[in-house]
């Protein structure tokens, strides 16, 4: 009876340290996701800007080689001596000339800093994505350990999980550390 006693309490401390991982991985999963999701908005939107960006700036260097041709042609028909329509046509073309040039490399400032946005958010996604796979091994390795009773399991499903939990911390903490390998060989 003794026996069957201590096996039994055996039994439940594993499961309890099972229960116990399980539970604050699920937790700290769910938190990780719920800031997952607010990036994965944050990028799609500097996505979209950056591409409306980056639009508004090839229709405005399109503007100025129409006007910088519209310019030359006028001078062409004009001959050596323009008229006074043909000098205040140019005139106005010059303004908008020198309007589209002033623009162009604000745009594309404008445009680059937002997929440079992109690009920095991505990393803290792939933080997120990284733990949410480490810690649903960890989690899924943790119910074996529970099925066939076996503590060196639960322990490999352990760090499975400080990966994640580190990886997530990453991703909160918008830590530098970024896992190129596993992303290179994921992506």
Not at 11 to 40: E, P
Not at 79 to 101: M, W
Not at 142 to 147: M, T
């Amino acid at each position: 009876m003794d026996v069957e006693l201590s096996a039994e309490a055996k039994d439940k401390r594993l499961n309890r340290w099972v229960a116990i991982t399980v539970v604050l991985l699920s937790v700290f999963t769910g938190l990780c996701n719920i800031k997952d999701g607010n990036i994965v908005q944050a990028m799609q939107q500097a996505k979209s800007d950056s591409v409306d960006r980056w639009g508004e700036y090839q229709a405005t260097r399109t503007k100025l080689h129409i006007a910088e041709t519209a310019r030359a042609q006028i001078l062409v028909a004009a001959g050596a001596s323009p008229s006074p329509p043909a000098v205040a046509a140019l005139a106005s073309i010059d303004a908008d000339i020198a309007k589209y040039k002033a623009e162009t490399p604000a745009l594309a400032n404008q445009a680059q800093g937002l997929s440079d946005r992109y690009d920095a958010l991505n990393i803290h996604d792939d933080h997120f994505d990284a733990s949410e796979a480490a810690i649903s091994t960890a989690i899924s390795i943790a119910a074996v350990a529970a099925l066939v009773e076996a503590f060196w399991l639960l322990a490999g499903a352990w760090i499975f999980g400080a990966f994640g939990l580190f990886m997530g911390i990453c991703g909160f903490a918008g830590l530098p550390f970024h896992p190129d390998l596993l992303s290179t060989w994921l992506g």
